[in-house]
């Protein structure tokens, strides 16, 4: 996790790995960069983007509600 100016965030790709979708960061860049997981309803292809709560994230169809404090 790191600080932005508007508080906590996580990257996407840490993320992943942290619910438990992915088991490695090679494997998070791939499905990422291959338009398999959406960010608020829109395909991100961008692997560090930078998530803040509430966020929603989807990837095999299973939906995940970014909560910091959960992490």
Request: hydrophobic content about 35%; proline content about 0%.
């Amino acid at each position: 996790m790191s600080l932005n100016e508007s508080g906590a965030t996580v990257r996407l790709d840490d993320f992943l790995k942290l619910q438990g979708v992915v088991g490695t960061g090679g494997e998070a860049k791939i499905r990422i960069q291959a338009g398999e997981v959406q960010l608020n309803g829109e395909v991100e292809t961008r692997r560090r983007k930078q998530l803040s709560n509430g966020d929603i994230v989807e990837c095999e169809g299973e939906s995940f509600v970014v909560d910091l404090a959960d992490l």
